[in-house]
């Protein structure tokens, strides 16, 4: 596994763990990197230190390589973005493609304070981030983990 440092074209940072640097090369060519403040799909590497391993391995830290360790981590990340989408979808109101507009006039005080999700692309939500307004993209739902391999 290899972690990199990524950035996206709104000067987004974030970290992505790929199974070797040519799975990233293959993905990202295949516009499956996205951002996940603003779902752009321009993301590039960023410039990071290389990790560097001590002379001792830790008796502690999980062996990233074993299979069991990496599933565990896997379904434990899956599990999580499913219940904070979950969330969302039972407490807040859904807007559609409204979003943006309904967000700006929340923000402005021009409608009624309250949570909501919907759809809105890259554009709109760089300007709404640009004006100041909340948003934060909602995890796409995980796949069912009986169809995971």
Known sequence: MIRYALKCDHDHGFEAWFGSSSDYDDQAARGLVECPFCGSHSVEKAIMAPAVGGTKKSATAPDMAAPDTLKKMQTMMMEAAREVRAHVEANF?????????????????????????????????????????PVSALPDAPPDPSKVN
Not at 99 to 125: L, M, N
């Open 93 to 133: 109101d859904y807007v559609g493609d409204s979003f943006a507009r309904e967000a700006r006039d929340i923000h402005e005080g021009k409608s009624e304070k309250r949570e909501i999700y919907g759809e809105a692309t890259p554009a709109e939500v760089k300007k709404l981030k640009a004006d100041g307004v």
